[in-house]
């Protein structure tokens, strides 16, 4: 099945702590990108991939790093977490030349105590 | 700076009755998408509309552009209550290094269909 699995689904952490959100897609899709989405605001772009090793800032990229070593994987890092992460944050991936059809991953609510 | 206004923000409707999200942009973007976003769920895409006049429809629901105006519009058709979720438009525009490959998103409309 077609897919993109984001995990963990639920994390509750604190300040400080580091910690990955994983995305991985198994279309072989080129463009792949992480959102987050608060109320009130609708989904912001934190970062995108348009390859392997080929990343760039989205709208909101403070606060994040990403990686993209491998196709299909392309991981969220958050260093030092702070109470303004707290989110809703969706992984999406699609063709490069079809970037609108993107499928979006469940998504991962996090909170930063 | 891309700003992407959709209105309404809320929008409760009755079964059977037509009505008209709207998303204007603030720059200039060949491509608009719509996507719905079920309560507690993640989205899904709906539309791409690549061109200025494009019209696309599925079902009860018809979204159009107007690259000119920067104004894309999705008009429901005899609304039934499975429609009911949020809708979001999203246009692109340039990154640093390729083509259009950054996307922002509207603040969403939250459509709730009554029987």
């Known amino acids: 099945e077609a897919q993109v699995t984001q995990n963990p689904r639920y994390l509750i952490t604190v300040t400080g702590k580091k910690l990955t959100v994983t995305c991985s897609q198994n279309?072989?899709?080129?463009?792949m990108s992480w959102y987050r989405q608060d109320p009130g605001l609708g989904l912001r772009q934190i970062y995108y991939?348009?390859?392997?090793?080929?990343?760039d800032k989205g709208d909101v990229p403070e606060g994040y790093k990403v990686s993209r070593k491998e196709k299909r994987n392309f991981p969220l890092i958050l260093e030092s977490p702070s109470p303004n992460q707290t989110s809703l944050y969706f992984c999406?991936?699609?063709?490069?030349?079809?970037?609108?059809?993107?499928?979006f991953g469940p998504g991962t609510r996090l909170t930063v105590l | 700076e891309l700003k992407v206004e959709q209105n309404p923000l809320f929008l409760s409707m009755q079964e059977g009755k037509n009505y008209t999200i709207y998303c204007n942009y603030s720059t200039t973007s060949d491509r608009l998408y719509w996507y719905r976003q079920d309560p507690g769920k993640s989205l899904e895409s709906l539309f791409v509309l690549l061109s200025n006049g494009a019209v696309k429809q599925e079902g009860r629901l018809m979204a159009s552009l107007d690259t000119k105006a920067r104004l894309s519009t999705l008009h429901i058709t005899a609304a039934v209550h499975d429609l009911s979720a949020t809708y979001f438009c999203?246009?692109?525009?340039?990154?640093?290094?390729?083509?259009?490959?950054?996307?922002?998103f509207g603040t969403g409309t939250r459509l709730t269909i009554i029987p």
């Open positions: 999203a246009v692109d525009r340039k990154g640093s290094n390729f083509g259009n490959e950054k996307l922002t």
């Open positions: 279309m072989n899709h080129e463009y």
């Open positions: 991939s348009m390859n392997v090793e080929v990343t």
């Open positions: 999406a991936s699609s063709l490069v030349d079809n970037i609108d059809e993107q499928f």
